[in-house]
């Protein structure tokens, strides 16, 4: 005879094990395309404006190069300020509400904006106007030690160079135009100063901050009889380089930039660090950084090589003879 309560027993084993599949495993498995969007990761940018096609499909390459293809593995969103640097503490702001995995930002106000907005989230960086640890990005170059990591460059010196340089392209030049942001180019404005000095050449400082502020500079130093316009880096000047190049050269006269580029656009002669370089080895940082480093460990890099270009279709629409001596010193020489 069966022990009492033993058909019972015998109906809630049954139950159980109907149902315990389903209690194991209460949802089904996700799609393949699911998974695969849930390991996607997310790159923000940020800076006064869009990066130019060039230098992101750069950025975008190198990525897919090291692993992280955009589309699948990665995903870039882009934010900026639309030329006004002053607007990026709100841009800034406004991107950490899509929870990026690593900020990229270009340029020194850029840098400060993302720099308060996050002490959390990493942030890779290419500013070649700053030092980063006077401005308390980092402890040292070498163990960062905090959020931001990256390719900066703060050499004064350079702007000394490429006032040498110009006044070796322009004979008797006795009045030079600086044109940049007062904040972010302090460093290039007193060096410049200085070096002028040492030339015996008058200098005088226009505001660059915005377009709106390079046009109406670049006619001030027209009307003020200047000889040359030596304009600092930033990611405004780079972006509009085609327009400021045209500007000057419509003006008669003759300017000098950081970066190829702006030969390239028209300016008569560039001396300065590759930034399509440094934007290859930010694409590393960023991918290390997704592969699980901190950029407090990451070293913060300089540029390695400067480069001379002379553009000598402007030259001669200016009148200026390049001497046979500054062409053998040139990287590259553009007819």
């Known amino acids: 005879m069966r022990p009492a309560g033993a058909g019972t027993v015998g109906v809630y084993h049954a139950i159980v094990a109907l149902l315990l599949p389903f209690i194991l495993s209460p949802f089904p498995a996700p799609p393949a395309d699911a998974q695969t969007a849930a390991k996607k990761v997310q790159v923000a940018t940020l800076g006064s404006t869009p990066i130019p096609p060039p230098l992101y499909e750069i950025l975008r390459q190198t990525l ?31 991107l950490l509400r899509g929870k990026p995995d690593v900020i990229f930002v270009r340029g020194q106000a850029a840098v400060a904006a993302a720099a308060r907005a996050t002490a959390t989230i990493p942030i890779v960086a290419v500013d070649l106007e700053s030092d980063p640890i006077a401005l308390g990005y980092a402890k040292t170059l070498a163990q960062p030690g905090g959020n931001v990591t990256g390719v900066f460059l703060d050499f004064p010196e350079l702007s000394g160079k490429q006032l040498e340089l110009l006044r070796e392209i322009v004979p008797g030049l006795s009045r030079v135009a600086l044109v940049g942001d007062r904040d972010g180019n302090a460093a290039q404005f007193r060096a410049a100063a ?14 660059g901050r915005t377009m709106v502020e ?34 000057a050269r419509e003006k008669r006269l003759a300017s000098v930039g950081v970066f190829v580029e702006f030969a390239e656009a028209g300016g008569i002669l560039t001396y300065g660090p590759s930034l399509r370089d440094a934007y290859r080895r930010c694409a590393g940082y960023v991918a290390k950084i997704l592969n699980g480093a901190k950029p407090a460990a990451l070293p913060i890099e300089r540029p390695e090589k400067f480069e001379l270009v002379i553009n000598m279709k402007t030259a001669k629409a200016l009148g200026l003879a390049v001497p046979e001596s500054l062409l053998r010193r040139a990287d590259q020489i553009l007819e």
């Open 214 to 247: 390079i046009e109406a500079s670049l006619e001030a130093a027209r009307r003020s009889r200047a000889g040359a316009v030596l304009v600092f880096s930033s990611p405004v000047v780079f972006y509009n380089s085609p327009r400021i190049a045209t500007l």
């Open 64 to 94: 897919a190069q090291l692993g992280y293809p955009e589309g699948q593995q990665v995903g870039f969103v882009q934010h900026h300020a639309d030329g006004e640097p002053s607007r990026l503490p709100a841009v800034a702001d406004s």
């Open 194 to 207: 200085q070096a002028a000095q040492a030339l015996g050449v008058q200098t005088q400082n226009f505001k």
